[in-house]
């Protein structure tokens, strides 16, 4: 398939347990931009990468947030310690390139509940 | 303020009627991008049009189209001849031009349901 990919679709976590959501961006896209999609809400930006490089992460709501990209491509978004405020849906996207005009593609999400 | 304004939760329109969805937008840039996304109940975003700030003609996307008015910072979406299919939320963003990472501002989004 040539669109990103996320996983798990699902997560399930009690709460204070660390999860990692991961990202597969479409081949060849240079930015990567993870959101969080509350209930009912429009995604709200938590980081930003180019390459392997993360350039912003201005979003991210609290240090248990850790996001990488090591290699310029997969990404894994993690949390540490998970509260119920965390369950929402995760979107990862992916942009060819850093241009105001250039869409973002999304990928399906993960929808993580914490219990 | 919130950058990207949407005041319709909720619409409905008559199936092969056209649709307007409202978005408004607050920037201090002179250069921005206005795009409209389509999320169904599967929830992958789909993106649909796309308008800079320097285009001077309304952008179009085969049954999607962008009233943009600049002056009134207003972006918004009309769907014409509408189809079932097209009964999803629509979200409005915004990426500005200063922003080194061009994140994405989204609006709240508007639930559209077409009815046979």
């Known amino acids: 398939g040539a669109g990103v990919s996320q996983s798990p679709r699902y997560k399930v976590a009690k709460r204070g347990q660390d999860v990692a959501l991961r990202c597969d961006p479409i081949s060849g896209h240079v930015s990567l931009f993870w959101y969080q999609q509350a209930l009912g809400q429009g995604p709200e930006f938590l980081t930003y990468?180019?390459?392997?490089?993360?350039?912003?992460k201005s979003g991210l709501p609290s240090d248990r947030f850790f996001a990488e990209r090591p290699e310029g491509s997969v990404s894994t978004l993690k949390i540490q310690r998970t509260q119920q405020e965390d369950s929402a849906v995760y979107l990862c996207?992916?942009?060819?390139?850093?241009?105001?005009?250039?869409?973002?593609?999304f990928g399906p999400g993960t929808r993580l509940t914490v219990t | 303020a919130q950058k990207i304004t949407q005041t319709q939760p909720g619409m409905f329109v008559q199936e092969k009627e056209a649709v307007t969805l409202d978005c408004t937008y607050d920037t201090s840039d002179q250069s921005y991008g206005l795009f409209w996304y389509k999320q169904p109940s599967s929830g992958e975003m789909i993106f649909l049009i796309y308008q800079g700030s320097y285009d001077e003609q309304n952008a179009t996307e085969g049954r999607y189209s962008l009233n943009f008015q600049k002056a009134r910072k207003s972006a918004n979406l009309v769907i014409s001849a509408s189809q079932l299919g097209d009964s999803a939320m629509y979200f409005c963003a915004m990426r500005e031009g200063h922003s080194t990472g061009n994140q994405f501002y989204f609006g709240t989004g508007t639930s559209l349901t077409v009815i046979p």
């Open positions: 990468f180019q390459n392997e490089a993360q350039l912003d």
């Open positions: 996207a992916s942009s060819l390139a850093n241009s105001l005009s250039y869409e973002q593609y």
